[in-house]
């Protein structure tokens, strides 16, 4: 597999991605010929409200990159390198972007920009009998699957320092597989078993599931993404060359959906915003289509850049663009949480900020709690009055829910006597008890089952 060096590139170190990509395409230094060589936008990952990029193979077998940013695309241009399927992308934030592809070797190759360059193509060894997928759930943290040659799941990872090897996942796969994460820790990977149907395997509470059906036929790959903590949508080219939708809200999978159109290849999707969804797919004409959800479906609309599709798209996006991430410390330990957006997110800052105040009997802060003394002040700071003041109050009078989000309540005890806001990932905050102080736990280690309700807000 041969890759070319860019060193030129070096002269942009210091420039935002965008404005060092439209400097050095000014500069000659970057390839955009005048037109657009036939190949495949292989992903999607959106890094903020209004950031989208774009990787695809060209007729070369090159990678090629593409970026929107506030509404407008830029050009595609070349990142040269020699791969075989379809490249995928994602990105943990602003200036960061993080290319993977099989090479010409079989083997899983990586390319990044980062501190306003593009960095030289790097090996990563394996063996993939398919394109690879790629997520990030948080700065400083890649996730890639493949399907091996012995057409099993295998993952390796970048764990903020330094690559791992590679894991076996086991499974039998028929497709390349996708890939979605709602928040840190959280990994939901899916492809085509050999039924022909859409499964999955998630990576929750520090260990693997075993694989699950979620029927459907599919003619492809699936492409995965997720827009918030607890949603999923999964979308495949069905037996009938349809686009159709399957999503993971509120604790459930719902139903197949049809949404039409004539594929002639696997969809790609990526999320740039809570509740958006932008889902790519290679017409019958070889085109670059495009269709967009936000409140409800727009109809199909054609690229006008002239590509012409040799292959299906492959997408992938992450998660954490919709929410915050925070590195907290709690008793000596680190802990990454991901905080959703709007006032449930305003409740978690805040009392994420109390870590370390003391308990007190009746304590409503804002130096000193008790345990449903921090959630009235929390909410209280996010501008929303609880029905209560007491922990059993609070679940008498808010609607109970049986599978948490970030944000709701957890309770403990027949009658009630304890209570916390849920974090995501099994994980709360809360202020548990005399000569103690707020503090993260585990919802299964205090001793009795946990009940939730959740938060209207």
């Not at 039998?172 to 085509?192: E, H, I, K, N, Q």
């Not at 967009?292 to 997408?315: H, K, M, N, V």
Request: a positive charge; one cysteine or more; hydrophobic letters at 40%.
């Amino acid at each position: 597999m041969q890759f070319l060096g860019l060193a030129a590139l070096r002269r942009a170190r210091r420039l935002p991605l965008l404005l060092a990509l439209t400097a050095l395409l000014a500069a000659g230094l970057l390839t955009v010929p005048a037109g657009l060589p036939a190949g495949v936008p292989a992903a999607a990952a959106s890094t903020t409200s209004n950031t989208t990029h774009l990787v695809k193979r060209g007729s070369d077998g090159a990678v090629w990159f593409k970026s929107r940013q506030n509404g407008g695309w830029g050009e595609w241009y070349t990142l040269h390198g020699g791969v075989v399927g379809e490249p995928a992308v994602t990105s943990w934030g602003p200036g960061r972007a993080d290319v993977f592809a099989r090479g010409t070797d079989d083997a899983l190759w990586h390319r990044a920009f980062h501190d306003g360059r593009w960095n030289a193509w790097h090996r990563l060894g394996g063996r993939l009998s398919e394109a690879p997928a790629a997520v990030t759930w948080g700065v400083n943290r890649l996730d890639v699957f493949v399907r091996g040659a012995d057409s099993k799941l295998w993952q390796i990872a970048w764990a903020g320092n330094h690559w791992t090897a590679f894991f076996d996942l086991g499974g039998t796969l028929t497709s390349a597989p996708a890939v979605a994460s709602w928040g840190p820790g959280r990994l939901d990977v899916f492809s085509r078993d050999a039924a022909m149907g859409l499964q999955q395997v998630a990576f929750i509470n520090g260990r693997w599931s075993s694989w699950y059906s979620l029927g459907g036929v599919l003619a492809s790959a699936p492409a995965a993404v997720s827009w918030g903590p607890g949603r999923l949508d999964v979308f495949v080219r069905d037996a009938r060359d349809k686009l159709a939708q399957i999503a993971f809200d509120g604790g459930r999978w719902t139903n197949w959906w049809d949404l039409a159109g004539g594929l002639s290849a696997a969809p790609g999707v990526s999320s740039p915003v809570a509740g958006r969804l932008e889902v790519y797919g290679r017409g019958g004409d070889s085109a670059l289509w495009q269709r967009t959800f936000g409140g409800g479906w727009s109809s199909w609309e054609r690229f006008s850049d002239g590509a012409r599709l040799t292959g299906g798209p492959d997408a992938t996006s992450y998660s954490v663009q919709t929410a915050d991430v925070r590195r907290v410390v709690s008793k000596g330990r680190t802990y990454t949480i991901t905080v959703p957006p709007g006032k449930r997110g305003t409740a978690i800052h805040t009392a994420l900020d109390k870590l370390g105040s003391p308990y007190a009997y009746g304590g409503s802060g804002p130096n000193s709690f008790d345990c449903s003394g921090l959630v009235v002040f929390s909410y209280g700071s996010a501008g929303v009055q609880m029905p209560s003041r007491t922990s059993s109050g609070m679940y008498e009078r808010l609607p109970k829910v049986s599978s948490p989000r970030p944000g709701d309540l957890v309770y403990y005890g027949n009658p009630v006597f304890h209570m916390g806001i849920y974090l995501g990932d099994g994980l709360m905050v809360d202020a548990p008890r005399s000569g103690d102080v707020v503090r993260i736990m585990n919802i299964h280690n205090f001793g009795s089952p946990p009940k939730y309700t959740t938060v209207p807000a």
